[in-house]
């Protein structure tokens, strides 16, 4: 069964601190895609990220970065120099490449930047 | 191109009636999903197709229905309606498996069943 856990449920930081989400999951699957998702207060729900199976190298966006370690199952998610609008609430996402249709969402993860 | 989208954006139904919320894209997407949003449970998958005339099970699909009977639009529905359907309601659709880019989702409907 593929399950996605993020143990974190709120994290309150600082402006200007930097801050980690973290994400582990669970598949038999050798193939699978991971996704990280942001909620703003706004309610819409959007794209972030996608990473497959096969590349394990670190990515890195602006102030987002993104470590992926198969060893641990782990896909964490860190915002460098936070700003007051990174609060959201971040969820991480499974999917199994190529085989199933369905994507599972962990719980998810509220930020809040305090000013 | 208008992406995702969904109608109503917000309804207030009260035990046992029913309704059909409308998800609509125009990117010419094979996949599209349900998922309801609850406070503190993430999105859960409620039904989702994978092409024209199919459609199948989530995770929580008791209580709804769907159906794709064309391409760009995927119909939800609720026959008699509970209060454990209040939620928000999201709909996603991608252009295929193979080229997985991402899931566009609706800007949601918010549904209040008294």
């Known amino acids: 069964a593929q399950k996605v856990t993020q143990a974190q449920t709120e994290i309150s930081v600082v402006e200007k601190e930097d801050v980690t989400l973290d994400c582990v999951y669970e598949?038999?699957?050798?193939?699978?895609?991971l996704f990280w998702y942001k909620q703003p207060p706004s309610g819409e729900l959007v794209f972030l990220i996608r990473?497959?199976?096969?590349?394990?190298q670190n990515e890195i966006s602006g102030r987002y970065s993104w470590n992926f370690q198969k060893s641990t199952s782990s896909f964490n998610f860190t915002i460098t120099a936070s700003q007051v609008v990174d609060s959201a609430v971040y969820f991480c996402?499974?999917?199994?490449?190529?085989?199933?249709?369905?994507?599972?969402f962990g719980k998810g993860t509220r930020l809040h930047i305090l000013p | 191109n208008a992406g995702v989208t969904q109608t109503p954006k917000f309804r207030v139904l009260k035990t046992g009636q029913s309704m059909t919320l409308l998800c609509a894209q125009d990117?010419?997407?094979?996949?599209m999903y349900w998922y309801r949003q609850d406070p503190g449970m993430g999105l859960r998958l409620i039904h989702y197709?994978?092409?024209?005339?199919?459609?199948a099970k989530g995770e929580v699909p008791d209580g709804y229905n769907v159906s794709r009977l064309k391409k760009q639009n995927f119909l939800l529905g609720l026959e008699s309606a509970a209060p454990s359907q209040t939620s928000v309601y999201f709909c996603?659709?991608?252009?295929?498996?193979?080229?997985?880019?991402?899931?566009?989702f609706g800007p949601g409907t918010r549904l209040l069943v008294l």
């Open positions: 996402a499974l999917n199994r490449m190529n085989r199933d249709d369905k994507i599972i």
């Open positions: 598949t038999r699957d050798t193939t699978y895609y």
């Open positions: 990473r497959n199976s096969f590349d394990e």
């Open positions: 990117m010419n997407h094979e996949y």
């Open positions: 197709s994978v092409g024209e005339g199919t459609t």
């Open positions: 996603a659709s991608i252009s295929g498996t193979a080229n997985q880019e991402t899931q566009y």
